[in-house]
């Protein structure tokens, strides 16, 4: 993983985990990486893991077995929910970057149907 000097690196993590979560290359009930293997995969501090981590815990994406490690939550709804907050920012960040070309919302649409035509 390449890091973005602009950008905190645990919320580059963040991103990271969920995009994992959500893409379900980790599914429900699945535990997790150790915070010291993570962290000595992707090359960084474990406490900068463990924020990262522990943010994830406190939206109830992931959970904590005292002693076990940390478990991905079997909440469908919230695992939905976290993908549909992810699209969201997408589409906000897509958007913004398109009105700063001067685009309008009429305009963005005709270039999003010609793109999905061609997928």
Same mark, same amino acid.
């Given at each position: 993983?390449?890091?973005?000097?602009?950008?905190?690196?645990?919320?580059?993590?963040?991103?990271?985990?969920? @995009?994992? +979560?959500?893409?379900?290359?980790?599914?429900? #009930?699945?535990?997790?990486?150790?915070? %010291?293997?993570?962290?000595?995969? $992707?090359?960084?501090?474990?406490?900068?893991?463990?924020?990262?981590?522990?943010?994830?815990?406190? @939206?109830? +994406?992931?959970?904590?077995?005292?002693?076990? #490690?940390?478990?991905?939550?079997?909440? %469908?709804?919230?695992?939905?929910? $976290?993908?549909?907050?992810?699209?969201?920012?997408?589409?906000?960040?897509?958007?913004?970057?398109?009105?700063? +070309?001067?685009?309008?919302?009429?305009?963005?649409?005709?270039?999003?149907?010609?793109?999905?035509?061609?997928?």
């Amino acid at each position: 993983m390449e890091f973005d000097t602009n950008v905190p690196v645990y919320l580059q993590i963040l991103t990271y985990l969920k @995009e994992k +979560i959500v893409k379900q290359e980790w599914k429900e #009930g699945e535990k997790m990486p150790s915070v %010291r293997e993570l962290a000595k995969a $992707l090359k960084v501090n474990p406490n900068t893991v463990q924020r990262a981590y522990r943010q994830l815990e406190s @939206e109830g +994406i992931i959970y904590s077995k005292r002693g076990m #490690g940390s478990y991905i939550t079997e909440d %469908r709804d919230k695992l939905y929910q $976290l993908k549909k907050e992810m699209a969201h920012d997408i589409v906000d960040d897509f958007a913004k970057r398109m009105m700063n +070309i001067g685009l309008n919302k009429s305009e963005m649409l005709e270039i999003i149907k010609e793109y999905v035509k061609g997928v």
